[in-house]
């Protein structure tokens, strides 16, 4: 990968195995997934690799890039409701389905990467689904106060959520997927554990993203397509 890239173009999954004898672990992510999208390390990999993630899995289905649109106009209002200025988030908003029109347009990897690769669009992205994460915690409140070791939720959000570069959460995680209507299969190399854990959020969902989580990083992973090798995961996330 470039170092100035922020999202990688598709490698073999091969490229994650270090040159001894791999893992049990690493065995397991060869059989299960075929190739990995590597993501920037700069704390806001989640936000970057689920949204890129989403829009390549949809890319080529128009009606499904549109309810993607749809969600983030719904998030509009849920901005506002959370007591957020529209000049706030409008010109991320905007960027937002600047992105969407030239998938919709294209229905091409490279357009997707491209602009995921340009700085400020993608920066602005992350930063609208922050906010948007924010809100949908702040509007959800009376559910999310219990998974916040927090005093504060509104403080929360604004010091641990809306700021970039900031790590997520698990609850932040929960709250991207409810807000987006998106399933997410994180597979962690975490643990002591000899297998992978693997955690589908929210619990039963079928995930049109697939990470892995790796010493407190985000990076894309692709499925095994040959039939019988992708194992069915059911584990949700704790």
């Known amino acids: ?16 195995l270090a040159e001894e ?6 065995k397991d992510l060869g059989r299960q997934f075929s190739a990995v999208r590597r993501v920037r390390g700069d704390g806001n990999c989640f936000y970057r690799a689920v949204c890129f993630a989403h829009l390549e899995s949809v890319l080529h289905s128009p009606r499904a890039l549109q ?5 983030i106009i719904q998030g509009r209002g849920v901005l506002v409701s959370a007591g957020f200025d529209e000049t706030s988030f409008s010109q991320h908003m905007n960027r937002v389905f600047h992105v969407v029109d030239q998938c919709m347009a294209a229905e091409h990897e490279d357009v ?5 690769n340009e700085q400020l669009i ?7 689904l922050r906010l948007l994460t924010s809100a949908h915690l702040q509007t959800h409140a009376e559910f999310f106060c219990n998974f916040v070791e ?14 970039m570069a900031m790590e997520c959460d698990h609850v932040d995680i929960l709250a991207v997927s409810q807000a987006l209507d998106i399933g997410i299969h994180i597979v962690s ?14 619990e039963g969902a079928d995930p049109s ?12 992973l692709y499925r095994q397509t040959q039939s019988g090798q992708a194992q069915e995961i059911t584990a949700p996330l704790n």
């Open 1 to 16: 990968m470039e170092v100035c890239s922020l999202v990688s173009c598709r490698e073999d999954i091969s490229s994650l």
């Open 21 to 26: 004898t791999p893992s049990p672990k690493y």
């Open 67 to 71: 309810r993607f649109k749809d969600q």
């Open 112 to 116: 997707l990467l491209r602009l995921f």
């Open 122 to 128: 993608s920066d602005s992205v992350v930063q609208f």
């Open 150 to 163: 927090a005093p504060d939720l509104k403080v929360y959000c604004r010091q641990e959520v809306e700021v």
């Open 189 to 202: 190399m975490e643990g002591d554990e000899r297998q992978l854990v693997h955690h589908i959020i929210p």
């Open 209 to 220: 993203v697939h990470l892995l989580y790796q010493m407190s990083h985000y990076n894309i």
